[in-house]
Structure formats: C-alpha cells, structure tokens
C-alpha cells in the first residue's frame, strides 16, 4: 500500500513546507501554516484526459522558426466587457473575476451567457441550485432566452471529475465556473477551497482550455482585505484577472483588469445595476458629474484617464474648523496620503492655514482615483471650500502637483482635452509643459496654462 504523503501550506499565500513553519517565510504571516494531504494511496491520473496533447514530446525550437498567426477573438454584445478583456474572449483562455459578495459577479457572467448564442455555453454552480439560475435567468433577459441547440446549459457539480465527464460529452464553446472555491478534486484529500484544491482544480481547467482552446470563466471569492482568496499562485496560473468592484449602496460597478496577458492590465468597464440586470455605461463622464442647478463651493471637475479612457470625475471638498482637538482627514475614493501631502504643499508653499481645520475628500460616483492628474482639481477644491468661493462648473482641470508647488505635465494631454470639449466645458487647467507639441487652434475649448499652483489660483480667486 502506497503511503499518504502530507504538507504544510500556508493559508495565505500558498507557501510549502515538509514541517510545521510559526511564522510563513514567504509573506510573514503567523499561525498560517495547515497541514494538507497532498496524494492519495495508489496512482493518479490528471482529471483531464486530452487525447493527443498529453501524448506529446515538447522539443525545443528556434524562436526564427516559431510561426503564429494574429489570435481570433470572439466579439461579445457587451463591449464594454471586450474592452476591459483587450478586444474580446480570446479562445483557450482562462479568466478569474473576483469581487464582494452580492456585488454582481454571478449575474455579469449568465448575462454574459445568455447573450452569446453563436456558441454551447455550459454554466457550472457549485453554489446555487438549477431553478435558482433559471429565476434569475428570466429576470434579466426573459424573451431572449435561448430556445436552439446552441444555448446555455446548467450544471449544478462540484466535483471535477464529473465536471469533465459532462464536458466529454456536451462539448461546449466557453465553460464558467460559479465559483473555483467550491471545486474539489478526487485526487486531493482536502477540504474544497484550501490551498491545495484551489490550485489542483485551476490546473485541471487550465490543461482542459489549453488542450481544447475553450475559454474557461472562474468566478473567485475574496477576503476580507480584498485580494482574491485562496493561493496567490492563483493570479499567476490563469490569463487574466478581473476585479468587479464598486460600492452596494450605488448602482454603479466597475470591471477592473488587474492582469491580461491579451491586452492592457489598465483597461476599465462601467456597468450600472438595474432591476433586469447590469446594463453597459457607454460615456461614464456624464454620469460622475452631478447636474448642478447653482454654483457649490468646494466642487471641481478633473480629467483622468483610466488606460486609455478619459473620464471626467467631480471632486467634492469639505473644509471646516475642527470642533475637537486633532484635525479630522478623510478621503473616500482617493489616497489619504496623497490627500495629507497636498495639504502640506499648500501649507508650505502658499500659506494656506489648514493644519487646524478638519478636510473631507470624496470622489463622486464610487470611483477609486490613482491618476495624478486630480491633484490640481483636488487642491482647487480645497481651496474654494476653504475659500467660501465657488468654481465655475465649466472649469475643469488637469495636472499632477509636486512638492514644490510646481503643476506638473500629465500624459494623453490631448485625450483629456477633447473629453471636456466633447462635454461642453468650456475652459480647462493644464500644465504649462503640457504646452510643447500642443495644437490649441483646434479645440474651441479655451486652454489655461501654469507653472505653479499660485497661478492658478491668481486666475480662479483673484
């Protein structure tokens, strides 16, 4: 009889040890270590049995001698989910999309079912039942579901083995899998959703959508710090990982791609949850700005870009005296650091007195800001709240601040600008070094160049 081999994995990141670890050397977590059997007595096969990969003998080849051809894409009906993938479903490819729970995840995927129909689409849960798919199913869609041959099948499976067998005989276009933490494999004696049977499904899959180029959706769950549960080798086995996120009190959800070996790892989509489902948001700009029937202080409207698309963000500041003894900082959908080293520059720079006073920071719509080109709309903000004084709402900004006090040149200039001419803004804040290789005669929009933030405010505050 074989022996039962064993090893210690660590939790949180996947790290294996032959013994027990206190403190994980990998990511320095302590007390992460779990004890997990790794094979069954006796000889194990893979899951997937493909009938002439597996039989193969790679050799090594010359990259001269290597030839490809331009990778084909399936084109779904939701383009702003082509967009964040780079173009479209790439075949053979395999996909995580994390986020909260209740945020969407499930519903962006069978919405996604539902409306390719050039294609058999098999639809694997491992955590709700058939009728609660097909309720949901005529919720979102209930005249287009499909009635032809080529429609979406339910599978309600956890084991991979099964799973498979059903592929054999089914052979569907694009498989997903509701959720990869609820999988487990017969030749892993763990628990589903431990270190070892996370890993061992994903591997299985991926062979399968590697051998058969079928794309293969994961769904995955995070933790409570958000980053995807389960191995960080996770991230690094599939093609690409998307991040659904956005704040359950607002309509508004974002598809974020962390990682795509097809395409730009920066690219965004913008959906808005409705009663009937996720409906696509073409022009995200015009939903982040609030139509405002009077000038508010404490209110300006910066150009960002996320990859390459420009948006136009409202950023609201509120600056009052503190009624306690330490000054409160706040910032929602920005970095609180960032927002702390802006106060300082105004502090130190231009004599601004703001080191008594409590600052909120909120970025409008649940947007969660990186682009450095909001500090100038952020500062501005600032200062007409500090101010009293209001900013005209077709004035919209566009520029990094430095330490110095300097306004620093943004990239994609020119994308930034034809957003706010598109939106009807009719004067826009920019770098002065932005200037240089800068054609002003075709946009209409009046273009106001600075070297420092002192001259901005000169302009806007007198």
């Known amino acids: 009889m074989a022996k039962i081999k064993s090893a210690y994995f660590c939790q949180s990141c996947g790290y294996e040890s032959a013994k027990w670890l206190g403190k994980c050397p990998s990511c320095n977590e302590w007390n992460s270590f779990v004890e997990e059997v790794i094979q069954k007595p006796g000889n194990s096969v893979p899951e997937w049995k493909g009938s002439g990969a597996l039989s193969k003998v790679a050799k090594p080849s010359s990259i001269h001698e290597i030839t490809y051809k331009e990778e084909s894409r399936w084109v779904s009906p939701d383009a702003e989910f082509n967009r964040v993938l780079g173009g479209g479903i790439v075949p053979g490819s395999l996909v995580l999309i994390g986020g909260e ?61 099964n799973i498979f067998k059903q592929i054999e005989i089914l052979e569907p276009g694009l498989v997903v899998i509701d959720s990869i933490q609820t999988l487990h494999s017969a030749h892993i004696e763990s628990t589903p959703g ?49 991040q659904f996120e956005g704040d359950r009190h607002h309509v508004y959800r974002i598809l974020r791609a962390v ?5 730009s790892a920066s690219e965004l989509g913008i959906y808005e ?60 959908g920005f970095d609180t650091r960032r927002m702390n080293m802006l106060l300082a520059v105004l502090e130190k720079r231009c004599g601004f007195r703001l080191s008594a006073k409590d600052v909120f920071l909120n970025i409008a719509g649940g947007l969660r800001v990186e682009d450095p080109a909001v500090d100038l709309g952020i500062i501005v903000a600032i200062i007409s709240s500090h101010e009293d004084i209001a900013v005209s709402s077709k004035t919209c900004f566009a520029a990094e601040v430095g330490l ?53 405010f000169a302009s806007l505050f007198g």
């Open 101 to 161: 729970p209740g945020i969407g995840k499930s519903t962006l995927m069978l919405q996604l079912a539902l409306q390719l129909k050039m294609k058999k689409i098999l639809y694997v849960s491992g955590e709700e039942s058939e009728h609660q798919i097909k309720m949901r199913a005529e919720r979102l869609s209930p005249q287009t579901l499909p009635k032809d041959k080529n429609g979406v099948f339910i599978l309600t499976e956890t084991s991979t083995q």
């Open 194 to 242: 431990s270190v070892s049977q996370v890993r061992e499904c994903t591997a299985e899959l991926m062979r399968f959508a590697k051998e058969t180029s079928t794309p293969v959706f994961l769904i995955g769950h995070i933790t409570k710090d958000g980053s995807i549960a389960g191995p960080k080798i996770l991230e690094h086995m599939v093609d690409t990982v998307l």
């Open 259 to 263: 990682k795509n070996r097809f395409g």
């Open 273 to 332: 949850m409705q009663g009937a489902g996720l409906r696509e948001v073409s022009n995200p700009s015009e939903i982040l700005l609030s139509q405002r029937d009077e000038e508010l202080t404490g209110i300006t409207i910066s150009a960002m870009l996320e990859g390459v698309r420009p948006m136009l963000i409202e950023t609201q500041a509120l600056v009052s005296p503190s009624a306690y003894g330490t000054p409160q900082r706040s910032a929602t």
């Open 404 to 456: 110095s006090g300097e306004v620093r040149a943004v990239n994609r200039i020119e994308h930034r600008i034809a957003e706010a001419e598109k939106l009807g803004f009719e004067r826009i804040y920019i770098s002065k070094y932005n200037k240089k290789g800068l054609d002003l005669s075709k946009y209409s929009i009046k273009v106001e160049t600075a070297s420092k933030i002192e001259d901005v």
